[in-house]
């Protein structure tokens, strides 16, 4: 089949494609050049596709300026309503749309499952909002919505950035470290695309994490445990304040989401556990 990833260049969007073709499907990918105004150009590429799986939007990381908060919705906004609008106007349209989406737009400190209406009020739940909020008006297609969680692998996210320190033996804890990571590792992530592929029944939201829950504390010490910090350096949140900006929270307050809809589907993870990960040496 004719897959069209956006954001195909990210850490997500590499292992969709290395999961998608090592099943024979082919892999394409439209430019943001494309994206962004839409019209015909973006219509025609949209015919070719049997499978649309949209990722693209601006990077979360980094410090969040007035300019930068404007990206991260407004980038999010305008592809999705483009390539949704692309698709209606379409004669030729896929049969499945996957869309990804985040937790973040629960309430933090409560308990969440993809029926939950505790949805949080901050920046990071109004942009995840109005990404979704795109999706209503398209027609005809089966729609399979993943919220994903804080998504890890040995290539990318943010292990990438930790290991450099997890190396050096030095122990980040940023804030108390008691917040909720709700992890999921990617390869799960592209599998359960290819398993909504190939189940009908898939649709709706489904929360891409991981049953088995960990704070942030449990998350560094389990990635150190092979090299023991001799050194734990706590940030605490004010300071995260200051250098980022509204993403502190992002880092520092979570929900605590259950993949309640993951586990009624009967896809299998690959890692139920952040122990798994780590002993799979996946993660390192």
Known sequence: MNVLVTGLGGFIGQHVKSVFEGEGHRIYTVPREVLLPGGKTLQEATEGA??????????????????KMIEIVESRRVITRNLVKAVNASEKKPFLWINASAVG???????????????????????????????????????????????????????????PLVKSRIAVVLG?????????????????????????????????????????RQFVHTLSISR???????????LLWMVMGEAEGVLTSSAHVLPM?????????????????????KVH
């Open 105 to 163: 737009i629960y309430k933090p400190d409560v308990f969440c499952d993809e029926e939950s209406v505790d949805l949080g009020d901050n920046f990071l739940a109004a942009v995840v909002k109005a990404w979704e909020k795109e999706l209503n008006t398209l027609y005809q297609i089966r729609q399979v919505v993943l919220r994903f969680g804080i998504v890890i692998g040995r290539d990318g996210g943010v292990v990438r950035k930790l290991m």
């Open 261 to 281: 809809r993951m586990m009624r589907s009967g896809y299998e993870l690959k890692y139920r556990t952040l122990n798994e990960m780590v002993e799979g040496g």
């Open 50 to 67: 049997d499978v649309i799986v949209n990722l693209a939007g601006e990077n979360l990381m980094g410090r969040w300026t007035n300019e």
């Open 176 to 216: 108390n470290g008691r917040q909720e990571f709700p992890l999921i590792h990617v390869e799960d992530v592209a599998r359960f695309m290819l398993y909504s592929l190939r189940h009908g029944e898939i649709r709706g939201i489904y929360n891409m994490v991981i049953p088995n829950a960990v704070n942030y």
């Open 228 to 238: 023991p910090p001799f050194v734990t350096f706590s940030v605490p949140r004010w």
